[in-house]
């Protein structure tokens, strides 16, 4: 079955810290892997994406990615975190010839303490 | 270039009225799909339109609700005869003909009391 996980719930960090974000996939087509972000109450940004090539992927807001084919994950980093940055992120999978239809983890509430 | 555009907002419907949410893509896309947000879930994806046609959907619940993308004006979701089951936040989102990244409108929130 095709599925994205998010292992964690939720998470806090302080600010200033690291932060890594677990995403796990099950998928049967060559997967085309994204990761959002949700304020509360607003719709979903894209941080990045990674179709091909390069596994490290730079996004926006100082935000990376690595997909790991031998793990099936596609999990997101920053060095150091801002008080902004808290915010629900969600992971998802697509195809190629699915254009926007996506399977998305349950997300991950991320917390900033100062 | 405007994103994607939804409305209303907010919109809260009585036990067995119709919700009828509205969905604009942006500029040059030809694609839409729609989401259901549940509290406290992802998003679930549930039909994939082009114009005037009906591409996939799988993750339609089978009554009550309904999609379309007319060749002029907004995409639809309908849902009929609502119940407190429905109340989630609906996204729609968009892409060009040829492409693989989706962009999401902000959402509207259904209340159904």
């Known amino acids: 079955a095709q599925s994205v996980t998010q292992p964690d719930i939720h998470i806090t960090v302080s600010e200033g810290a690291s932060l890594e974000l677990r995403c796990n996939y099950s998928?049967?087509?060559?997967?085309?892997l994204f990761w959002y972000v949700q304020s509360p109450g607003q719709g979903l940004q894209l941080l990045l994406k990674?179709?091909?090539?390069?596994?490290l992927v730079q996004g926006i807001k100082g935000f990376e990615a690595e997909f790991k084919r031998s793990q099936s994950s596609f999990n997101l980093r920053k060095p150091s975190v801002h008080w902004s940055d808290a915010a629900e992120y969600f992971c998802?999978?697509?195809?190629?010839?699915?254009?926007?239809?996506?399977?998305f983890g349950q997300g991950t509430e991320l917390s900033v303490k100062p | 270039n405007a994103g994607v555009m939804q409305n209303p907002r907010h919109l809260v419907r009585r036990r067995g009225q119709e919700a009828r949410l509205r969905c604009s893509p942006m500029?040059?896309?030809?694609?839409v799909y729609w989401y259901r947000q549940l509290p406290e879930e992802g998003l679930k994806f549930m039909v994939y339109?082009?114009?005037?046609?009906?591409?996939?959907e799988s993750g339609m619940p089978k009554e009550r609700f309904s999609a379309e993308f007319p060749k002029e004006g907004p995409s639809i979701l309908r849902i009929q005869q609502v119940v407190r089951g429905d109340s989630a936040a609906y996204f729609c989102?968009?892409?060009?003909?040829?492409?693989?990244?989706?962009?999401f409108g902000q959402g509207t929130r259904l209340t159904v009391v």
């Open positions: 989102a968009s892409s060009p003909p040829t492409g693989t990244e989706a962009f």
């Open positions: 998928y049967g087509a060559t997967p085309y």
């Open positions: 990674y179709f091909s090539g390069d596994t």
């Open positions: 998802a999978v697509g195809a190629y010839n699915q254009g926007g239809k996506l399977i």
């Open positions: 500029k040059g896309h030809s694609h």
């Open positions: 339109l082009q114009k005037e046609n009906i591409i996939d």
